[in-house]
């Protein structure tokens, strides 16, 4: 974690720091002298750091647009760049579940009440093809293949 002592000295060498973009986010990198050194925003700017929105990395990047840089691309419906920190079914917290990390889902992730079903609930929502067709449940199958 950074300190705010650290934090202060980051504000003060952004002109060191490089941003980049790699897949769909953005990568920071406050250079060698900089204990946290790479630090991950996406779209939202929001850094996976813990700081979040007050991330130092996230001036980097807001820096780096005003210069012209290029965004990353936008991800696909229901494609998560992290795993939520709160369930989109039923806004309970979400962990990180690396089993469950996919291509075309993104970051995988449980939820703490729903467990694996509102992970399910949710992408099977996002990629249904319409409310005509009533849902199957391939939820069932899929989560327990994943208790092995
Ligand atoms: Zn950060
Ligand atoms: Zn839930």
């Known amino acids: 974690m950074m300190t705010s002592q650290t934090y202060t000295a980051v504000l003060g060498r952004l002109d060191a720091t490089r941003v980049t973009v790699k897949g769909y986010l953005y990568q920071v990198d406050f250079g060698p002298t900089v204990k946290s050194r790479h630090h991950t925003v996406d779209r939202q700017l929001t850094c996976t750091c813990g700081l979040g929105a007050s991330c130092p990395a996230v001036l980097a ?88």
Do not use: M, T
């Open 61 to 148: 990047v807001i820096e780096y647009l005003a210069e012209g840089g290029a965004e990353p691309p936008e991800p696909p419906d229901g494609f998560f760049l992290l795993a939520p920190r709160d369930c989109p079914v039923c806004g309970a917290p979400a962990h990180f579940n690396k089993k469950l990390c996919h291509r075309k889902r993104g970051a995988g992730w449980v939820c703490s009440k729903g467990g694996v079903g509102h992970y399910w609930r949710y992408h099977f929502s996002i990629h249904a093809p319409g409310r005509g067709r009533a849902g199957q449940r391939p939820a069932l199958r899929s989560s327990a293949s994943l208790h092995r």
